[in-house]
């Protein structure tokens, strides 16, 4: 029976049927270079872990390296791994060593006697990049590589190459000229986010490699697979409410999906973000400068979803500034463009992590200026729906400058020059933000903590609490006093013949949430998911 990719592996079974093809060509005839991307967390190390226990099953010999993140790794630290790998297997050790001594004794820096040159023969730190020694190297590492393939394929997989040196990365390009002639196959992965920004140390000499290679880019398991991940992790299944939730906020990434699934198994509330998914979301916020982390705290505060125009709005500096961060955020897949400027992120957990980290008068300041500035331009107010602008200026209180409810605030201007339909969207949402009793909660779609905002709750027709007990009414029929003491707020255009039902503007808040608000802090560098 032919050995399947990963039976422990959820989904995937395009990219690994990729993989298993690369295998069956190496184990065949020839090699060649695949590179699985993606973002962290996402699956690339199980999804090579997978294809490499496979090509074992075949005979081929696997040879595994991963990239550190640390300026103390050596140079030619994944090559070194991969030569140690070769020299626990004796017999192809044997072979090797005919042909590419006393290179690899460097490499590997075991004492050469004679020396490779330089004299010293100590270790890989010693062989200068790009010189006549580190030409032989690649020479070395190559030629046993492809000797060894002679006898049986061979396999290497370097993990998390957005790690290497300079000089490893080098070895790499030479080695994959050789890989299309020889049963030698060599699989990498890497985040694509990273070394694709320009500014990475490594853009030059990775992306090159990508135009050669076959490039696998992994995305985030459909909601079905979430499901499937969740009730692996936890160990019971999910009702589809909660498996939306989860696969809407984890944008479908295994690591967050895994992390909120225990949190679920601990007994914990799948809205809560967890600790493992919170440092990880932190570590890659910190490989970011600070100006696009500021751009895109602005964005967390705007919604999930954002315009453009809002956010350069909300931004001291150019336009065309606040675009070009926009720019490197998506680069760094943390948001994506849905086209005609619209934006989202692309997992809630990012953005919550942002928010969450925000000190109360920060956050009611930035949503202060949300409405300030849609207040100030028509234009604007066609990006913001009147339910996310009624939300903003809840959720600024006391820092909008206007008393804060039970008096009730007026809509802003850009809202009343909408008209009519405009306002009435205006009172009929924030009538339900300010009533304690229909003011969405923490379930459903609304929620004052995470930002988020659709026009429709989630729960029953909302009521406001009668004045007198043991009633209930519609909030049609509560005063509005925004428009002046003497002309309460009907919500519905003035009609003389037609008499509308009042809504309500009015309502006080309660509660409210009470998560730690750990501020974001940049990380030293830590070890892969
Ligand atoms: N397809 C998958 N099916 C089940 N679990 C997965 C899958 N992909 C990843 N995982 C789990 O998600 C976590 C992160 O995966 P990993 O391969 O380490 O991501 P990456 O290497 O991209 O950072 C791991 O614990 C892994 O078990
Ligand atoms: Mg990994």
Redesign the pocket.
């Known amino acids: 029976m032919e050995p399947r990719i990963g039976e422990r592996i959820i989904g995937r079974d395009h990219p690994a049927g990729l993989l298993r093809a690369a295998v069956d060509r190496a184990v065949a005839s020839h090699g060649g270079l695949v590179l699985v991307a993606g973002e962290?967390?996402i699956g690339?190390?199980?999804l090579v872990t997978a294809a490499a226990d496979e090509a074992r099953q075949r005979g081929a010999l696997v040879l595994g390296a991963?990239c550190w993140d640390s300026d103390s790794a050596p140079g030619y630290w994944p090559w070194v791994q991969v030569m140690r790998g070769l020299r626990r297997s004796a017999d192809d050790w044997a072979l090797a060593r005919e042909s590419s001594e006393p290179a690899l004794r460097v490499l590997l820096g075991e004492d050469t006697g004679a020396g490779t040159g330089s004299g010293s023969g100590s270790g890989p730190a010693d062989l200068a990049d790009g010189d006549h020694e580190a030409f032989a190297l690649y020479d070395a590492v190559t030629t046993a590589l492809v000797s060894v393939s002679q006898r049986r394929p061979v396999i290497v997989v370097l993990?998390?190459l957005h790690w290497a040196d300079p000089a490893s990365m080098r070895l790499l390009r030479f080695a994959t000229q050789h890989t299309w002639f020889e049963r030698l196959l060599v699989i990498g992965?890497y985040r694509d986010a990273e070394v694709e920004s320009a500014e990475h140390r490594l853009h030059p000499l990775l992306m090159p490699l990508t135009a050669k290679a076959t490039t696998v880019t992994l995305t985030g398991l459909s909601r079905a697979e979430v499901g499937a991940l969740i009730s692996r992790t936890a160990g019971r299944e999910p009702d589809a409410e909660l498996l939306s939730e989860v696969h809407r906020r984890t944008g479908g990434n295994p690591f967050f999906v895994e992390q909120t699934a225990r949190l679920w198994r601990a007994g914990g509330q799948v809205t809560t973000i967890a600790p493992g998914v919170r440092q990880a979301v932190q570590r890659r916020l910190a490989e970011l400068p600070d100006a696009v982390v500021e751009v895109l705290t602005v964005a967390a505060v705007l919604g999930r979803d954002f315009h453009r125009q809002v956010l350069a709005a909300c931004m001291p500096g150019p336009v065309a500034q606040v675009d070009r961060l926009l720019d490197r955020a998506v680069t760094a897949r943390l948001v994506a463009a849905r086209g005609e400027g619209r934006f989202t992120f692309a997992h809630d957990l990012v953005r919550e992590t942002l928010y969450d980290a925000l000190p109360d008068d920060d956050r009611r300041a930035r949503h202060a200026a949300v409405v300030r500035a849609v207040d100030l331009s028509g234009a604007l107010a066609e990006r913001l729906i009147p339910a996310d602008l009624a939300r903003h200026a809840w959720l600024a209180g006391g820092a909008l400058g206007r008393p804060a409810p039970p008096a009730c605030s007026p809509p802003p201007a850009a809202t009343r020059r909408g008209g009519w339909p405009r306002r009435r969207r205006w009172c009929t949402t924030a009538a339900r933000w300010r009533s304690p009793t229909t003011r969405p909660s923490g379930s459903g779609r609304w929620s004052t903590s995470d930002g988020t905002c659709t026009t429709t709750p989630a729960g029953p027709r909302p009521t406001v609490s009668s004045p007198r007990p043991g009633r209930s009414r519609s909030p049609s029929t509560t005063r509005c006093c925004w428009r002046g003491s003497r002309t309460p707020c009907t919500g519905r255009r003035p009609s003389r013949t037609v008499r509308a039902p009042r809504r309500s503007c009015c309502g006080r808040r309660t509660g409210g949430s009470s998560a730690s608000r750990t501020p974001l802090r940049r990380s030293p560098r830590s070890p892969?998911?």
């Open positions: 962290p967390g690339k190390t199980t991963a993990d998390d992965t892969p998911t």
